[in-house]
């Protein structure tokens, strides 16, 4: 019996070009589009898919995501990716790294229900490993897990130190360039530049082979385990964030909240703010209340 027509696959969607998906079915690949104009899939969703021939298909529905990662409006695509449960930034001792873009990335997470570990690489560059600790402190105190490792210098020992971390896990690794996160993902996933070669082929990307997202599965590490690798450092979308969403996002608050005078606070300029008060008594980073403000300012700008 032919596998074609109107029967359903389901799959997961492991690579997008515009609206060009890669669709993994039990081993099989599906190159697949959605209907219509749709663009609201992403790598990491798990689909439904009517065959159109033995390796092609529409993508018919998507199932209830538990996590979605939007981007920043300048991409085609607002979204990143989704069923992630967790988010690997990874930051460098040379060249520097953004502060911002961490700390936006973490609210991302935050938002979205992700765990966050920090991944410091280039251990090896002793030159700058205590200042680079020293800039990683604030996060380390806010909770999230930074992870030391050197994907050049010390190969095994980042290979022993990230497997555990990925087993079982739906993650994503993201990073501004220069980092090592290509470096990463070739150590933790062996046949990394062949699937990208397979995958490019399939969604005929021509040259642009490194410019998409892509779901690496790791089978090796048990059921489940996969990694995400998305090009360049994501800037974030959190313009869908409401007020509320956007106070909780910032983990330090939780003590404050709801101890405020107005009971609508904005944690801004209002008198008897819990909030304001604790980064007045240095309990809240004034950098993350200022980032807190501007993202504050940036998604009330885009109501109107
Ligand atoms: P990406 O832009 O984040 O994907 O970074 P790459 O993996 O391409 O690495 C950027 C540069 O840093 C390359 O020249 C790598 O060889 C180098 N690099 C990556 N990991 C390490 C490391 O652990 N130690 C050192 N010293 N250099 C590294
Ligand atoms: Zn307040």
Avoid at 26 to 54: E, F, H, M, P, Y
Avoid at 282 to 301: P, W
């Amino acid at each position: 019996t032919s596998n074609t027509g109107n029967s359903a696959s389901h799959a997961t969607i492991i690579a997008a070009h515009g609206r060009h998906y890669l669709a993994d079915a039990d081993g099989l690949r599906l190159q697949c589009v959605t209907r219509g104009k749709k663009t609201n899939v992403a790598v990491g969703d798990r689909v439904r898919i009517t065959l159109t021939s033995s390796d092609q298909g529409v993508i018919d529905s998507i199932d209830e995501r538990d996590t979605l990662l939007y981007r920043s409006d300048q991409y085609k695509s607002k979204l990143l990716a989704a069923n992630v449960s967790q988010l690997f930034i990874v930051v460098a001792t040379e060249p520097g790294f953004s502060d911002d873009l961490v700390s936006r990335a973490l609210v991302a997470a935050e938002a979205a229900g992700i765990t966050v570990r920090l991944i410091l690489n280039k251990t090896d560059v002793t030159e700058s490993l205590a200042k680079t600790r020293e800039r990683l402190q604030p996060y380390a105190a806010l909770g999230y897990p930074v992870h030391e490792v050197s994907a050049k210098g010390r190969p095994e020992d980042t290979v022993a130190t990230l497997t555990p971390l990925l087993a079982g896990q739906s993650s994503i690794l993201i990073g501004q360039s220069g980092m090592g996160k290509s470096s990463l993902i070739n150590l933790l996933v062996p046949d990394a530049d062949i699937a990208v070669r397979e995958i490019s082929a399939a969604l005929d990307t021509g040259k642009h082979t490194t410019t998409f997202t892509r779901l690496y599965q790791l089978p090796a590490l048990g059921a489940g385990s996969s990694i995400i690798d998305s090009p360049g450092f994501q800037e974030f979308g959190l313009y869908h964030l409401s007020e509320g969403m956007l106070e909780r996002a910032f983990v330090e608050f939780a003590p404050y909240l709801g101890h405020c005078k107005f009971y609508n606070c904005r944690h801004l300029t209002e008198p008897q703010c819990a909030v304001l008060a604790a980064v007045e008594e240095g309990k809240i980073a004034r950098m993350r209340h200022t980032l807190y403000g501007q993202l504050l300012h940036e998604s009330s700008q885009t109501l109107y």
